[in-house]
């Protein structure tokens, strides 16, 4: 990391990141490491999460533009949670918290059922080679801890510039209990909510399609 990255670690991380219990691996998350939200961030308000936030450029303009809610950057890269960190501290988003832990234990260990009012999946990881297809994060697996998370009626939002991807998305949502669509037609419209990143741009520099997702969770 730069000395810059290293400095947001050792003076900011004390506000934004959560410290998380592990169990074997250093990106892991022990089985009771649960947290009670309204202690973190020190209110009851709606919390957003994002994972897989990469340098933060979607939940720092997020988190900055709406005070009224609390978000949660989900990420296991150090150098991209200390990048998040620094633009939040310019943005004064201080109702952000990082944590840096693989997503699904996260959803599973970590966050209290039915705690979260939007869980964001933006631009994952293709692993576009057929070979690594099974390294993609959406899953059933996955469709099944993102809904323990979600409170009744919240939204799960997921976006990517890789087409089949999307079709593992949709086929993966349409089929997974406790959700239902909330769009019409093939594709949902862009979600105003998220920021331009590099990702985006970079994919449709390339002539990919972006599309979105989005699913509603049904009452338990």
């Known amino acids: 990391m730069s000395d810059a990255q290293e400095r947001a670690w050792s003076e900011l991380a004390p506000h934004y990141v959560i410290d998380v219990p592990r169990a074997i691996a250093s ?17 009851a308000a709606p919390l957003v999460v994002e994972i897989g936030s990469g340098q933060g450029h979607a939940i720092v303009h997020a988190a900055a533009s709406r005070p009224d809610t609390d978000f949660l950057a989900i990420e ?3 150098a991209g949670l200390a990048r998040t960190m620094l633009d939040a501290d310019r943005a004064g ?12 234990e996260v959803l599973e260990h970590l966050l209290p059922e039915a705690s979260v009012a939007e869980l964001w999946v933006f631009f994952p990881d293709p692993w576009h080679k057929a070979k690594h297809n099974k390294r993609r994060l959406v899953t059933p697996e996955f469709a099944a801890l993102a809904a323990r998370a979600l409170k009744d009626g919240g939204m799960l939002r997921l976006a990517t510039d890789w087409e089949d991807y999307a079709q593992q998305m949709r086929s993966v949502l349409t089929g997974a209990p406790g959700f239902e669509p909330a769009f019409e037609g093939e594709w949902a419209e862009r979600f105003d909510g998220r920021v331009l990143t590099a990702f985006e741009r970079k994919g449709a520099a390339k002539g990919r399609d972006i599309r979105d997702l989005a699913y509603r969770r049904r009452a338990r």
């Open 27 to 43: 990106t892991s998350v022990h089985h009771e490491a649960e947290i009670d939200p309204a202690a973190v961030w020190r209110r």
């Open 93 to 104: 988003a201080r109702n952000l918290r990082l944590v840096e832990a693989n997503a699904p």
């Open 76 to 78: 296991v890269f150090k």
